[in-house]
């Protein structure tokens, strides 16, 4: 019976460690949430996986599992103060300022 090599086994052991904190199917989403967790001192790893009732392939952001409420906290304040500036954005452009208003005459 053949054993397997020790770096295999300490990597399937972290991996199992690691639970599922956000999945996407933007690779440049999943990274944006990684590299906040790791800014926020929170390991995190990508890794992607078949959804199987839609055979669509899903890229889940993994976390620790002690840290999956923290981890999801910074995810949501970051998606909540994303949502902000889009919505100000959008009204930004929606509204229709007089300029004249704000002129002086002299």
């Known amino acids: 019976m053949a054993k397997r090599p020790k770096k295999t086994q300490k990597s399937q052991a ?3 460690e690691f639970v599922v904190v956000v999945s996407t199917d933007d690779f440049e989403q999943a990274e944006d949430y990684k590299n906040l967790l790791k800014n926020n001192n929170i390991p995190a790893v990508i890794k992607k996986q078949a959804e199987q009732s839609i055979n669509v392939k899903s890229i889940a952001v993994m976390v620790p599992e002690d840290l999956l409420d923290e ?6 304040s970051q998606d909540a103060y994303d949502d902000f500036y ?4 959008e009204n930004e452009d929606e509204d229709d ?3 004249d208003i704000f002129e002086e005459e002299f």
């Open 14 to 16: 972290k991996l199992r």
């Open 71 to 76: 981890a999801h906290v910074i995810i949501e």
């Open 86 to 89: 889009d919505f100000a954005l």
């Open 97 to 99: 300022y007089d300029s």
